[in-house]
């Protein structure tokens, strides 16, 4: 249907009307989802009107008029919220609705959440959490019984964690507590529509006009990027330049950690002073909506930031997005593009730089991905967490007792949890009562019973801690920093305890953009002095680490052994790729290739899986341990996205031995076992589940302490109960997540012919790894990373690989 014609009577006459002052016809999707009374999955790439999609119907019916609570919006970001309670706004006070709109998040007084428990607006916008914490409320039944719309927005993003599978769940609840409801899921980036509706539980596709295609390219730089890095400091003129050529910019890292460095890089070429904020998830909430104001202010030229400014707001203001540094995942590249002219009938503008010379051809990749429109994620699902189906039954019952049988149907009814095998709902229910067979005999643990055939909580007070622990975001500790004073300093944001513990006195480091001096800890609190003019000592976010898609690994690597297509490669990186074959071998999907050259008394082995840096670094653990056993001496080894780099005493002869799936398989077991990683995923899936509380009334454990009973709790459980419930989870979620086996599994088992060469020198796909940060060393001292990098210097200059 052509978005300008729509049938006649469809919208009433005011709002039609409403469109009509403006000089817009409503758009075919905004119809469509107006006429469909059931569940709806729209995909609009532009943005396009897609937010008031999925409000109109809403609106239509509340001009009626309609006592409690209508609409419910969802959103993975706070900030959307502000966002669409602002936009919102306009339309309902110019049609003249007497609507109220309200949010419900982490940031909503203490006063207005009570008074919504009792007195609920007619639209209400939240996220997975809150939406959690108020189902979990003797009173949702009357919260939501007259409920009749859900809109949830941005769900492409929420069905990739298990803030989405936590969502699916509620969503099944409020469908129990609201049988007439229906759901528009809303989204811009969608590479398998079909599963994305399967996860909501059934939906109708709806996918409205792409509209103009983006304009999209790498940005030319004055100078080559470096060999190694990921903050693309050495473009910081050239970012500078395009801001001054645009109204509105927005610069993308993807870490906090990237993101102060570049603002501080920014500012140190912004001859001509122009206004630059900085936003992301680790600043102060102060300091994040001064920043979003003044975007709305239009008093801003640029905003560096991370993903806190992923996902649609709408900014029409914005005409130029940057990502600095390779996007990692097309979608998300997508999805950031479409923060530029969020308009129908213009094209998004966005330009990419490499932050290093490998990364040059990851984004070429990812601009081929862009312009076939061939979006990574495969559709592929997990089966829904259990962890977290074991936080829902704990909630479910802070509501209200509950019949199993029951229960477990509405689950079912989940997207995420459609094949749920009614033993593995047992086994989360009896944990939930008893803590599991090792544990039984503590009553902290014992917090279901049965009786009359329903199951409740034992003691009704469990139900205030469990609220205080809702949620599927497992963060590091984080720490508040301030200014130093007498009374309280200004807020600056946050640091991880980790970080925090590593400082002394005298410290410089970065936060928001400025440069502070750590003064002390004073009641779990940073307190910082001004330090302007010095240089800082770190940057102190670790922030997210993205992995890039398997997706884009792969178009990578054909990109790479095709030489055909290297024309939409920069000359010197053409240069590069064609001496990488004259010296050894180009990486070839159809192989696994690896490379042994030497240095002095070292060997180098590199192998290029293309499996993601979760699984290459997974991998050089169990090679490593390999090469011990063989006796070859292994110092210690760096891995990357694409490649693993171990370094020895002795070289590697045999590839294909130690490459073996079934001695890996071995390894992986006896490795597992009583590692720290496992331990660190032990910790999050115990937290999800309620075993270990981060928050209790009156105080708050520190990670520290945390950590040290959430060990105890896994050796306990590994001697006397190794088939315990979290225990499957954690073995589960390891293979698949933290350490990535199944990748390597996947990269091993598909039959592909092992080249091994033995290179003459190291060779230029390698170079960049020897000066990779992160070396993990097996025997080295603390200088060992640095003497790495003087070698891989002296080593490249002898190639000629300057």
């Known amino acids: 249907m052509p978005d300008n014609l729509h049938p006649p009577g469809l919208l009433p006459p005011r709002f039609a009307q409403w469109f009509k002052d403006r000089g817009w016809q409503p758009h075919a999707h905004q119809l469509a989802l107006l006429e469909t009374r059931g569940d709806t999955l729209l995909i609009a790439p532009t943005g396009g009107g897609k937010t008031l999609a999925g409000f109109l119907p809403s609106l239509v019916d509340l001009a009626q008029g309609h006592t409690g609570l209508h609409t419910l919006y969802v959103s993975p970001l706070k900030a959307l919220s502000k966002d669409i309670a602002r936009n919102l706004s306009q339309p309902v006070d110019e049609i003249g609705l007497e609507i109220r709109i309200e949010d419900r998040t982490g940031d909503t007084s203490a006063t207005m959440r009570k008074r919504q428990r009792v007195d609920p607006p007619q639209i209400l916008l939240t996220t997975p959490e809150s939406l959690a914490l108020l189902l979990s409320y003797p009173e949702a039944p009357k919260i939501f019984g007259t409920l009749k719309r859900v809109i949830l927005d941005e769900i492409h993003a929420l069905a990739e964690s298990k803030r989405g599978d936590q969502l699916m769940l509620g969503l099944s609840r409020l469908r129990a507590l ?22 909501m539980g059934g ?29 693309g400091r050495y473009a910081a003129r050239d970012v500078m ?69 992923d996902l649609g707001l709408d900014w029409g203001d914005v ?47 990812a601009l081929a991905a862009v312009r076939e429109g061939d979006l990574d994620g495969g559709g592929r699902r997990w089966a829904g967490p259990l962890d977290v189906l074991c936080q829902h039954i704990l909630l479910t019952a802070c509501a209200a007792p509950f019949a199993a049988d029951a229960l477990y149907a509405e689950v079912a009814r989940a997207g995420p949890y459609a094949d749920l095998p009614r033993a593995d709902f047992d086994a989360c229910l009896s944990f939930c ?68 513990a590593s400082l002394t006195q005298g410290d410089t480091f970065l936060i928001g953009g400025q440069v502070v001096r750590y003064e002390g800890l004073r009641e779990m609190v940073v307190e910082v002095s001004d330090a302007r003019g010095r240089e800082p000592r770190i940057a102190v976010f670790s922030g997210l680490k993205m992995a890039t898609s398997l997706e884009l690994s792969q178009r990578v690597q054909r990109l790479i052994s095709t030489p055909a297509d290297w024309d939409q490669l920069p000359p010197a990186t053409r240069d590069w790729m064609a001496l990488q074959d004259r010296i050894s071998t180009l990486p070839r999907p159809d192989t696994l290739t ?16 293309f499996a993601g840096r979760n699984a290459h670094q997974t991998l050089g653990l169990l090679l490593t341990h390999r090469m011990e056993q063989a006796g070859l001496g292994p110092l210690g080894f760096v891995a990357t996205d694409y490649a693993l780099l171990i370094w020895s005493l002795d070289p590697v002869e045999d590839a294909a031995a130690l490459l073996s799936p079934e001695g890996l398989r071995d390894g992986l077991r006896d490795w597992l076992g009583g590692n720290a990683v496992m331990k660190r995923a032990f910790r999050a899936i115990a937290t999800i589940a309620g075993l270990i509380q981060r928050n209790l009334p009156g105080q708050r454990k520190s990670g520290r302490q945390a950590t040290f009973s959430s060990d105890i709790l896994y050796d306990t459980l590994r001697r006397y109960d190794p088939d315990h419930l979290l225990l499957r989870i954690t073995r589960h979620e390891a293979q698949r997540g933290l350490v990535d086996f199944d990748r390597i599994e996947e990269m091993l088992a598909q039959g592909h012919e092992i080249v091994h060469i033995r290179a003459p020198h190291v060779t230029p796909l390698a170079a960049p790894l020897l000066l990779e940060h992160g070396q993990v060393g097996i025997r080295g001292g603390q200088g060992e990373a640095r003497l790495m990098e003087q070698e891989a210097e002296a080593m490249m200059r002898e190639a000629g690989l300057e």
């Not at 992301?280 to 008093?299: C, D, F, I, K």
């Not at 990502?323 to 969020?342: D, E, M, S, W």
């Open 319 to 365: 005409d130029l997005v940057l990502q600095v540094g390779a996007p990692k995942n097309v979608k998300r590249l997508v999805q950031r593009i479409g923060r530029a002219n969020h308009r129908y009938d213009q094209p998004s503008k966005a330009r990419i730089v490499a932050a290093n010379r490998f990364e040059v051809v990851e984004c070429a990749a």
């Open 203 to 231: 939906a109708r596709v709806i996918e409205a006009d792409p509209g103009p295609a983006p304009d999209i390219a790498m940005l030319p730089t004055a100078s080559p990027p470096p060999w190694a890095g990921g903050g």
């Open 241 to 309: 330049a395009a801001i001054e050529r645009a109204r509105l910019s927005l610069i993308f890292l993807n870490t906090r950690a990237q993101a102060e460095l570049f603002f501080q890089a920014l500012w140190e070429v912004n001859d001509k002073a122009l206004p630059i904020g900085l936003h992301h998830g680790s600043l102060a909430r102060e300091a994040r909506h001064r920043v979003e104001e003044a975007m709305v202010a239009g008093t801003l030229r640029a905003v560096v930031c991370t993903g806190s400014l």
């Open 433 to 500: 009562a008893t803590g599991g067979y090792a544990l039984r005999a503590y009553d902290r643990w014992q917090r279901l019973l049965e009786r009359d055939g329903l199951w409740q909580l034992r003691d009704p007070r469990t139900a205030r801690d469990l609220r205080m622990n809702i949620g599927t975001i497992t963060d590091t500790e984080k720490l508040k920093v301030r200014r130093k004073a007498r009374r309280g300093g200004t807020p600056l944001g946050e640091v991880e305890e980790g970080f925090a």
């Open 178 to 199: 609201a049988p007439d409801l229906s759901v528009a899921g809303l989204s811009a980036t969608v590479e398998a529509p079909e599963a994305l509706a399967a996860f």
């Open 594 to 609: 690896c490379e042994t050259f030497a240095r002095g008394d070292r060997w180098y082995f590199c192998l290029y899986g």
